[in-house]
């Protein structure tokens, strides 16, 4: 049985930074796609970065979120800097088409 789990979130002031973590059970995830997405409320579900052989990040994030993989850990990082209101939403990971329940971010002062 395959199990995703987003850990991390929390609140945090625009221009703060957070480190969310997707850890995965029952499967591997060397050599395979997780993909993170989030959603703000009221909105539809964005893809936010992918984590292949590389990475690709949405031009809303890039240059200010990073991702790295622990596949000993079989475990996903997504470090958040430079955050903006924008940035608000549930963040959830995806691998193999399994989703987690998601940890959720909110930007605020």
């Known amino acids: 049985q395959v199990q995703v789990v987003e850990s991390g979130g929390g609140l945090v002031q625009p221009g703060g930074s957070l480190r969310l973590s997707c850890v995965v059970s029952g499967r591997t995830i060397r050599g395979k796609a997780i993909v993170w997405y989030r959603q703000a409320p009221g909105k539809e579900r964005e893809w936010v970065v992918g984590?292949?052989?590389?990475?690709d990040f949405a031009d809303s994030v890039k240059g200010r979120f990073r991702i790295s993989r622990d596949n000993d850990k079989n475990a996903v990082y997504l470090q958040l800097h430079n955050l903006k209101p924008a940035d608000t939403a549930t963040y959830y990971c995806?691998?193999?088409?399994?989703w987690g329940q998601g940890t959720q971010v909110t930007v605020s002062s």
């Open positions: 995806n691998f193999d088409h399994y």
């Open positions: 984590s292949w052989m590389g990475s």
